[in-house]
DNA sequence: CCGACCTGTGAAAATGGTGTGAACGCAGGC
DNA sequence: GCCTGCGTTCACACCATTTTCACAGGTCGG
């Protein structure tokens, strides 16, 4: 379903034209970027999660060779688009025999670059389909793609696929308030149509599901006038918890909607 | 090890020179070569089970962005490489972001092309290789690749080629829910035509050879509107769980359903 | 406190997915 | 050519899910 989603890119370049143009087009694109202008050790490019890198050897220097091989075996899953000016045949088979993914020749087109960058990453999704999307966890929640099922204390809680979808959309966006049209958006795959409910009767449903099987938290907060939140919370401790973020909170930009919150705990 | 397996490579172009050379370095190097001189229609290209075609769309015409379209959409495991003299960028970028995973401009090395085409099929085919030799149990279940069958109590279940790859599909990622899509794909190696029901079909033939073997056992479970998941379970085990929480019943104290629940058992 | 609007809720109605039997078409063997 | 086994397609019945609707309850701005 949602297989469109956002590619993190780490580029490794000192080219400030071609990195800054590059980085425009990409944002405008919902991409993430990391930059970088030296060599960044394996474990470092393990934090940022990234789908792909985009490398200048040159920049690396001598141990580029290397430090490309290093890369690609211990990052199998990371995909590896070489950018270089001048390059031989024999460099870009030794490259690519190496491990890399692709291997494009400076000056090029910033779309040609990302157009390349997305086939790597689109191509490696595909092979490993199995693997899906790690579990989360929530509270005493547990949401598992591999099985399109929620579990708490072992138990399933019996959802249908739209339901797991909404929750796992939920769970995956924790903390954050999710307008109804995103939600639909993202759930149901098209625009919502005005006055739609749907979303509404599904959160429900949620509730009432997640309510039977951990009953001692919340995990759904509805947002006056916006949306829901999904934010595990023990029983009880609601209050404080609101209270306390009060401060932080004033995040949405409706209305005058912070005195609401501020007043409904208060009462 | 795993990068040396051989790849079927198919050959769409009518530049002889190329192609002879290619050929020549192709098999030196112990892939398998398929070539044509015009668009080869997918269920062909299916049966002849490539890892990769090498495509000049010169080849094929004014249908040649359709046809290009239709592979990707139809064979998601088949890498597709087009090479071809002459390219815009924005030819470049609508064919990657088609689907195309390698885009090479002519006159190109022919051991460039080779590693091209290594590096697109490199990913995909790890660890396959092994998967397949090992017989697998499960239950009173036991299939055998060796053989394309699966016997039960030492009876053969008389399964025809698709209903084992399908079992043996199923049996190897046992305990996982898979998608009829996903089945598809992996089980008959192209796309799912939207409203075929081939899945189902043979997932009835599997269960009527499975009861009629081993009818004690509850080997394929169907979760609605998402796929089916294999997981051996004893019959028994179904019945007692009904009967036992059936005296039982009031489950949950919501709303006045017990009384519901009661009245409608007691009568 | 009122009226307007938003959200929660239960149940009916519509939609759509699945099980099933059977007909069809195709290829390989006799 | 005819028979047979296999894979595909179709139609229908049944039922789970989803959508819709009406109303109740809550929230907000005056």
Redesign the interface.
């Known amino acids: 379903m949602n297989s469109q989603q956002t590619i993190r890119l780490g580029v490794i370049d000192t080219d400030s034209g071609f990195v800054t143009v590059l980085a425009k087009r990409a944002e405008a694109a919902g991409w993430q970027l990391r930059q970088a202008t030296g060599a960044v050790p394996a474990p470092e490019l393990v934090a940022m999660k990234l789908n792909a890198v985009l490398i200048d050897p040159a920049v690396i220097g001598d141990e580029a060779w290397e430090y490309l091989d290093r890369i690609c075996g211990e990052l ?1 899953d990371l995909g590896v688009v070489v950018c270089t000016s001048r390059s031989t ?1 024999a460099q ?2 030794r490259g ?2 190496l ?4 291997w494009i020749t400076k000056p090029c ?1 910033p ?2 670059a990302m ?2 960058v ?2 790597v990453t ?3 999704r ?2 490993r ?2 693997a899906e999307a790690g579990p989360l966890t929530a509270g005493e929640l547990e949401v598992r793609p ?4 929620a579990f708490a204390a072992g138990e399933s809680l019996d959802l ?3 339901e797991f979808e909404l929750l796992h959309l939920l769970a995956d966006s924790e903390g954050q308030v999710l307008e109804r049209e995103t939600i639909y958006q993202r759930v149901w795959g098209y625009a919502m149509a005005h006055g739609d409910r749907s979303v509404d009767v599904f959160i429900r449903k949620l509730r009432q599901k997640l309510e ?1 099987r951990s009953p001692s938290w919340a995990y759904i907060h509805t947002h006056f006038g916006v949306g829901y939140r999904f934010d595990p919370e023990p029983a009880g401790i609601v209050k404080e918890e609101i209270r306390a973020a009060d401060p932080n909170a004033p995040e949405f930009t409706d209305r005058s909607q912070q005195l609401h919150d501020e007043v409904t705990v208060g009462s």
């Open positions: 199998p045949v870009r088979v690519l025999r491990g890399i993914d692709d087109h779309e040609e157009a390349r997305e086939a689109r191509r490696r595909r092979g389909s199995e591999d099985q399109f099922q249908t696929r739209r039977k």
